[in-house]
């Protein structure tokens, strides 16, 4: 069973930066997408990046490209969501997902993502 946890949320003052982590156990992660989803208080769950865990290519959403950098450690067998400028709009859960990678849906649909984390809060201040 594919088991993943989710460290790094916290509070943060506007223009700084967090370091989010998902530890992912439980099985061989060749072809999967590994992804990072938010959800904001009275808004839907939404897409904010996304790698291929096999050749590392990644995917952003709009709103925080530039910002937001995924990357992955194979030793470790974790991926990481690093957030620089971060600003009041980036306040939700955090939610970290994986999934096989068949090519059906995109990287940010959530249907590509079986397995999910138990969300960490990210607070921004003005």
């Known amino acids: 069973q594919v088991h993943l946890v989710e460290s790094g949320g916290g509070l943060v003052q506007a223009g700084g930066s967090l370091r989010l982590s998902c530890a992912v156990s439980?099985?061989?992660?060749?072809?999967?997408?590994m992804g990072w989803f938010r959800q904001a208080p009275g808004k839907e769950r939404e897409f904010v990046a996304a790698?291929?865990?096999?050749?590392?290519?990644?995917y952003y959403a709009d709103s925080v490209d530039g910002r937001f950098t995924i990357s992955r450690d194979g030793t470790k067998n974790t991926f990481y969501l690093q957030m620089n400028s971060l600003g009041p709009a980036d306040t939700a859960i955090y939610y970290c997902?994986?999934?096989?990678?068949?090519?059906?849906?995109?990287?940010?649909?959530?249907?590509?993502?079986?397995?999910w984390g138990q969300g960490t809060q990210v607070t921004v201040s003005s």
């Open positions: 790698i291929r865990w096999s050749h590392g290519n990644t």
């Open positions: 997902a994986t999934g096989w990678y068949s090519g059906v849906y995109t990287y940010r649909a959530t249907e590509v993502y079986r397995y």
């Open positions: 439980g099985g061989s992660f060749s072809g999967y997408a």
